[in-house]
């Protein structure tokens, strides 16, 4: 028997693409990009300034969105799940395909949302481009970790407000808590090197690693920030990068694994 | 044909199936009755491989569906809740199953026993109970599989649907398919079961014919049979 079957897989998900992108939710999200984005643009009059605020948004925003609709969504979608179970299917097949489909879903409005914009205003012409596209790139990997982050907490929990409220705390803790938390050991243990303490907490939280990423890019020190600075001092722009990637990655494919792996053992 | 053989199932510190045997017969309707909490659900869970059994075996057709999937292709079930992708439109979701069997089945003759052809481009959301649990049945039924899984079929369904459904059940029992259904509605089971099977607390307190159920619990209805084991067990 062959342990994977991606050709089920792939109709799960051509499917709750079909779902998913008809549902008004996944409108509402392309259109709040689309304007916010547009606002910006015509407002700062300067690519560089949107796009640091751009990624001020999109770092909070993205995690919180593929927080809730992977709960929403994942929770909604039960029955139908059960449905599927009893078809002739892998169970991996039938949850991988939801996934990907959730946040190919995610990742297309936020795409379009914040691509047409910039493309109306002519990105390409502004030297900016490669800035645009690991701002995306980022956005892009922060919506599939979160949505892998959520329906790993809500096939642990069969009790909705459980999931949704650890779904909400892990987005909370990664976006506000961990930074706190982080800052506030750096000022007790101030007279101790902590640079590679500081290097190492960042792998650890995938929303400090998309900021590093695009900092290392940017390449505006005044903004990189102490951990970006880290970076920067111990990899240099081009390996800091790398790392910073491969870290991501396996913030996605890590939550992924585990998920599948409570998916085989659940009694439904 | 679906031979099951000393099922256990534990939840937690919930024994929920205490060492079942069970064979649903092809051509033959079996029908699974008990109180709520007895353990119908997880015996169907059970034989559709939701639920990973602590103990026993289970064989579809002379094979065991122990970590296998494949072996689903040979049943249609009906769950009792109709839920469906609310963006998706009635024939996308059938259009979806099909692929998903690899199988054309047979949904023309269906859709006009149960009258869902003018619904076939309506948006899942906008169907009412009843209509969702006739695209169920056409779900379940429309490849003509040899096994058949029914929990709770007659829930919302309309007189003239529920004669429908009686009769597609009669004629595929007659077709050698082997069908298990669970119902709490008696005058169903007298009508249609063969087999009668009573889950009481994770065991099996009676199997028989509903005739030999009606003896032995001494009524002409088998809706005070039922009472009367139901008050038994509290006496």
């Not at chain 1, 929990?157 to 982080?182: C, M, P, Q, R, V």
């Not at chain 2, 033959?28 to 909490?37: D, E, R, S």
């Amino acid at each position: 028997m062959r342990t994977f079957y991606p050709a089920d897989m792939l109709k799960i998900l051509k499917y709750s693409l079909f779902d998913l992108t008809r549902s008004r939710w996944t409108y509402g999200y392309f259109l709040f990009y689309l304007i916010f984005t547009f606002g910006l643009l015509y407002f700062s009059n300067d690519v560089s300034k949107a796009l640091i605020s751009m990624m001020n948004i999109i770092l909070i925003l993205n995690p919180l969105i593929a927080t809730l609709f992977g709960a929403l969504y994942f929770y909604s979608s039960k029955e139908f799940a059960e449905l599927l179970l009893a078809l002739p299917l892998k169970r991996s097949s039938i949850f991988l395909g939801k996934y990907f489909g959730l946040s190919l879903s995610l990742s297309l409005s936020y795409l379009l949302g914040t691509g047409i914009p910039f493309a109306f205003y002519g990105i390409q012409a502004t030297g900016q481009i490669w800035n645009f596209l690991l701002l995306t790139i980022a956005g892009l990997f922060l919506t599939f970790i979160f949505t892998g982050l959520s329906f790993l907490v809500s096939i642990r929990f069969e009790n909705t407000i459980k999931g949704f409220g650890i779904s909400i705390f892990i987005w909370l803790f990664f976006a506000i808590i961990y930074d706190g938390i982080f800052l506030l050991t750096l000022l007790i243990f101030e007279q101790y090197p902590l640079d590679k303490y500081a290097l190492i907490m960042t792998l650890f939280n995938p929303i400090d690693l998309s900021r590093v990423l695009i900092m290392l890019k940017l390449d505006i020190s005044a903004l990189m920030g102490y951990t970006g600075a880290v970076f920067n001092k111990f990899l240099g722009t081009g390996m800091g990068m790398i790392v910073a990637f491969g870290s991501l990655v396996i913030w996605i494919v890590v939550p992924v694994f585990v998920f599948t792996r409570f998916v085989k053992k659940k009694d439904f | 044909m679906i031979v099951i053989n000393n099922l256990q199932k534990t939840f937690g510190r919930n024994e929920v199936l205490k060492g079942i045997n069970l064979n649903i017969r092809d051509g033959v309707i079996t029908a699974v009755l008990g109180p709520n909490g007895s353990g119908k659900t997880t015996l169907i869970k059970s034989i559709l491989g939701m639920v990973v059994p602590g103990g026993g075996s289970i064989e579809m057709n002379g094979k065991s569906i122990h970590n296998d999937w494949r072996y689903r292709n040979q049943i249609g079930y009906l769950p009792q809740i109709a839920r469906f992708p609310e963006n998706l439109k009635m024939k996308e979701l059938i259009r979806m199953i099909k692929d998903i069997r690899r199988s054309e089945g047979r949904v023309e003759p269906l859709a006009e026993t149960f009258d869902l052809k003018h619904a076939m481009d309506k948006p899942l959301r906008h169907l009412s109970g009843g209509t969702r649990q006739k695209v169920n049945i056409l779900l379940a039924f429309m490849f003509g599989s040899p096994n058949y899984i029914l929990d709770e079929p007659t829930a919302g369904l309309d007189p003239l649907s529920l004669i429908r459904f009686k009769e597609l059940l009669i004629t595929e029992k007659n077709k050698g398919k082997a069908i298990l259904l669970t119902t709490h509605i008696v005058s169903l089971v007298e009508e249609l079961a063969d087999d009668v099977i009573f889950l009481l607390e994770g065991n099996i307190f009676f199997s028989g014919s509903v005739d030999e159920l009606k003896s032995k619990y001494g009524s002409q209805k088998l809706e005070h049979s039922i009472a009367n084991i139901l008050s038994g067990r509290h006496a």
